[in-house]
């Protein structure tokens, strides 16, 4: 089944498991040459970040618990760094990004 943005699984050159698309797979090879480079570390893959507020996981009507996975997390410096790879910016993605800069204000998220 074609996935619905055309992307397309790629693996990295680094043993990582597949990427969901060829733009992600890149960005790994380039995050993990700056980690060998020094420039970055603690390079960490598919990090999960909890929305809680007030003390309370934020749950959906299904049951489920409201998360956020990012494609990276690593430090540049002493600043914690979590960066998303997007071909398509969708309404999901910008309502998550608003929670996680609002619960995470110290932790700054890139999207490439």
Avoid: W
């Avoid at 797979?25 to 007030?54: M, S, T, W, Y």
């Amino acid at each position: 089944m074609a996935h619905k943005y055309s992307a397309k699984k790629t693996v990295c050159n680094n043993g990582c498991p597949p990427h969901p698309s060829k733009k992600e797979a890149k960005r790994c090879d380039e995050l993990h040459f700056l980690e060998r480079a020094g420039e970055i570390r603690n390079l960490e893959l598919q990090p999960v970040f909890e929305f809680v507020v007030n003390g309370e996981k934020v749950k959906m009507r299904n049951g489920q618990y409201l998360k956020y996975t990012a494609d990276f997390q690593y430090f540049e410096g002493d600043k914690l760094v979590v960066e998303e790879t997007k071909g398509m910016i969708t309404a999901d993605f910008r309502i998550r990004r608003a929670l996680f800069n609002h619960l995470y204000p110290h932790t700054e998220l890139r999207v490439k």
